[in-house]
T-cell receptor, first 109, second 112 residues
Framework: GDSVTQMEGPVTLSEEAFLTINCTYT??????LFWYVQYPGEGLQLLLK?????DKGSNKGFEATYRKETTSFHLEKGSVQVSDSAVYFC????????FGTGTSLTVIP | DAGVTQSPTHLIKTRGQQVTLRCSPK?????VSWYQQALGQGPQFIFQ???????QRGNFPDRFSGHQFPNYSSELNVNALLLGDSALYLC???????????FGDGTRLSIL
């Protein structure tokens, strides 16, 4: 069945460091891919999306490219801020929404 | 424009009891999905409602049931509560089933 695999956390970075959170997927057909972010005590917020191969989603300095050949959708940001500290979830749509287990990011000043 | 609203925010129940959680979708959305998020885990899909019918269902027992009303709001009912049902229950709405979902802040359910 469809599934999403994320890199294990937690991840701790210094402010202005480069961020990569790996995400790979297994799916039949051509799913849409998403990154969601969850701040402490809150629900999930859509961060970015890509609906077809080679699409690049971007928002708030974060980027991810839909790579069909490697079945990946890695999240990147060139310079993280303390306010980026949160849990990040990769997700796809198959016959339902599938979420990864989440990667906790802490950015220290 | 109100987003997805859920009630209550917190709930404490004991084993064997029944619980009802409520969700109002974002304005203009007609599809509601429910998720269970255990501590430290990603959301697990429970089911999705569209046009007052259950359209998709995840791997959850029949103790979990739901309803969607004509105004698109929805309820999640869980019977015969188990300790393992303790989790954050998230409601999400969208205009179409495969479009980005907008999430509420969830209901934290604790089973004693």
């Amino acid at each position: 069945g469809d599934s999403v695999t994320q890199m294990e956390g937690p991840v701790t970075l210094s402010e202005e460091a480069f961020l990569t959170i790996n995400c790979t997927y297994t799916a039949t057909g051509y799913p849409s891919l998403f990154w969601y972010v969850q701040y402490p005590g809150e629900g999930l917020q859509l961060l970015l999306k890509a609906t077809k191969a080679d699409d690049k989603g971007s928002n708030k300095g974060f980027e991810a490219t839909y790579r069909k050949e490697t079945t990946s959708f890695h999240l990147e940001k060139g310079s993280v801020q303390v306010s980026d500290s949160a849990v990040y979830f990769c997700a796809l749509t198959g016959n339902q929404f599938y979420f990864g287990t989440g990667t906790s990011l802490t950015v220290i000043p | 424009d109100a987003g997805v609203t859920q009630s209550p925010t917190h709930l404490i129940k004991t084993r064997g009891q029944q619980v009802t959680l409520r969700c109002s979708p974002k304005s203009g959305h007609d599809t509601v999905s429910w998720y269970q998020q255990a501590l430290g885990q990603g959301p697990q899909f429970i089911f999705q409602y569209y046009e007052e019918e259950e359209r998709q269902r995840g791997n959850f027992p029949d103790r979990f049931s739901g309803h969607q009303f004509p105004n698109y709001s929805s309820e999640l009912n869980v019977n015969a509560l188990l300790l393992g049902d303790s989790a954050l229950y998230l409601c999400a709405s969208s205009l179409l089933s495969d479009q980005p979902q907008h999430f509420g802040d969830g209901t934290r359910l604790s089973i004693l």
